[in-house]
């Protein structure tokens, strides 16, 4: 079973559009993540809910909406697409302290024409 | 706040041949430490992680981490590459306590035959 599963896999659209990105886990775990790793492969953290509060929100543009309606999920809404928001976006868990590992999707690749 | 330097982008070596990829991080309170593994068009995967105790931590594949507090550094090795431990090999760091995980630019080790 996937623990952390995120659709679409990936994603072309144009400029200017609004897309969402969709992450579930089934690992009971209470902190979600989002990070972005661009083309030079560097992963950069963009957004965490803990049981649903937002507890992270790096300087990430505010066409950027995230969304958990529960602690199991964690969407991304993105309007405006812009063409250097492409990378590809990865979803992420764990159980909450520092310590704990993260548990991630297998990523999102957004392509903006 | 803290931060990953992975010194080397690139890093190629012979299958059976021994590798360390270098790691260091700054911060003024103490933290964890991990490293993760992303295979080709996959999620990143704990390969292993520091917390607390013995200096040397060993992942189930043969790789280990040494902290090393004086140097701030939590550089991975392993006496003999696979050409299957191809990836890219990313450090990270975090504050204890907190939740903010960081990301070192990451290493791409390639193996070659």
């Known amino acids: 079973d996937t623990a952390v599963s995120q659709t679409p896999k990936y994603l072309v659209t144009q400029m200017g559009n609004d897309k969402s990105i969709k992450c579930e886990q089934n690992?009971?775990?209470?902190?979600m993540y989002w990070y972005k790793q661009d083309s030079k492969k560097f992963l950069k953290i963009m957004f965490s809910?803990?049981?649903?509060?937002?507890?992270i929100n790096e300087t990430v543009p505010n066409r950027f909406s995230p969304k958990s309606p529960d602690k199991a999920h964690l969407n991304l809404h993105i309007n405006s697409l812009e063409l250097g928001d492409s990378a590809v976006y990865f979803c992420?868990?764990?159980?909450?302290?520092?310590?704990?590992?993260?548990?991630f999707g297998n990523g999102t690749r957004l392509t903006v024409t | 706040a803290q931060s990953v330097t992975q010194l080397d982008s690139q890093v190629p070596v012979f299958e059976e041949a021994p590798v360390e990829l270098r790691c260091n991080y700054s911060?003024?309170?103490?933290?964890?430490l991990f490293w993760y593994v992303q295979y080709p068009n996959q999620g990143l995967q704990l390969l292993l992680k520091?917390?607390?105790?013995?200096?040397l931590v060993e992942s189930i594949n043969g790789f280990e981490a040494e902290f090393n507090k004086s140097q701030t550094s939590f550089h991975l090795r392993k006496p003999s590459v696979h050409i299957s431990d191809t990836a890219e090999y990313f450090c990270?760091?975090?504050?204890?306590?907190?939740?903010?995980?960081?990301f070192g630019q990451g290493t791409r080790l390639t193996i070659n035959p």
């Open positions: 809910y803990n049981n649903k509060e937002l507890i």
């Open positions: 911060s003024s309170v103490s933290v964890y």
């Open positions: 690992l009971g775990h209470d902190t």
């Open positions: 520091y917390l607390s105790g013995s200096t």
């Open positions: 990270a760091v975090v504050i204890q306590g907190a939740q903010k995980l960081v």
């Open positions: 992420a868990s764990s159980g909450g302290t520092g310590g704990s590992p993260l548990h």
